[in-house]
Nanobody, 119 residues
Framework: EVQLVESGGGLVQPGGSLKLSCAAS????????MAWVRQAPGKGVAWLCG???????SYGASVKGRFAIARDNAKKTLYLQLNSLRTEDTAMYFC?????????????RGQGTQATVSS
């Protein structure tokens, strides 16, 4: 059974930081493209960043330079470092396995972890 379990969300002030984790199981994590997406209240799912099995990263314009995606294949864990957080970063954050940016679909997604940016 494929499982993705996110953690690390919370309440943070503007300008603060969070580090999200996603523990993966049930598939060959080391060979998989992984992504982080988020959904803000009342909005659709937005792709944030992705990382290939070789560690090549890509970022959306809204988070480039502020967020950093990383992976530890030995631990089967995906990470997202969120820096310089803004109120508009408030959202539920999900890790996604084999996310297709063109189709907006994924092979599996976790339950998400909430990040709230507020003073």
């Amino acid at each position: 059974e494929v499982q993705l379990v996110e953690s690390g969300g919370g309440l943070v002030q503007p300008g603060g930081s969070l580090k999200l984790s996603c523990a993966a199981s049930g598939f060959t994590f080391s060979r998989s493209y992984m992504a982080w997406v988020r959904q803000a209240p009342g909005k659709g799912v937005a792709w944030l960043c992705g990382i290939t099995s070789d560690g090549i990263t890509s970022y959306g314009a809204s988070v480039k330079g502020r967020f950093a995606i990383a992976r530890d294949n030995a631990k089967k864990t995906l990470y997202l470092q969120l820096n310089s957080l803004r109120t508009e970063d408030t959202a539920m954050y999900f890790c996604a396995w084999d996310y297709s940016r063109s189709l907006g679909t994924w092979a599996a997604r976790g339950q998400g972890t909430q990040a709230t940016v507020s003073s």
